[in-house]
Nanobody, 120 residues
């Protein structure tokens, strides 16, 4: 059974930094593409960043230049480092795993989410 567990959310002030973590179990982590999504109240879920098994990354325009997604395969963990946080970054952040090593199709496995709240 594949499980994803996020951590690292919290309440911060605008301009602060935060690092989210996602531990993946039940799947060969090194050959799995991963992503971070977020959903703010009343808004649709948004893709924030992706990383392939080969660590090729992509970012939404809304976080580009302020965020970094990376993975450490030996500990089955993916991270999202977010800097210069803005109130509009407030959302529940979810990590997700794809069926294979690239970002193709829909994410298949999801974590429970971690709340990030940025106060102005």
């Amino acid at each position: 059974q594949v499980q994803l567990a996020e951590s690292g959310g919290g309440v911060v002030q605008a301009g602060d930094s935060l690092r989210l973590s996602c531990i993946v179990s039940g799947r060969t982590f090194a050959t799995t593409a991963l992503a971070w999504f977020r959903q703010a109240p009343g808004k649709e879920r948004e893709l924030v960043a992706t990383i392939t098994s080969g660590s090729k990354t992509s970012y939404a325009d809304s976080v580009k230049g302020r965020s970094s997604i990376f993975r450490i395969n030996p500990i089955n963990t993916m991270y999202l480092q977010m800097n210069s946080l803005k109130p509009e970054d407030t959302a529940v952040y979810y990590c997700a795993a794809y069926p294979g090593p690239t970002i193709a199709g829909e994410a298949m496995y999801w974590g429970q989410g971690t709340q990030v709240t940025v106060s102005s």
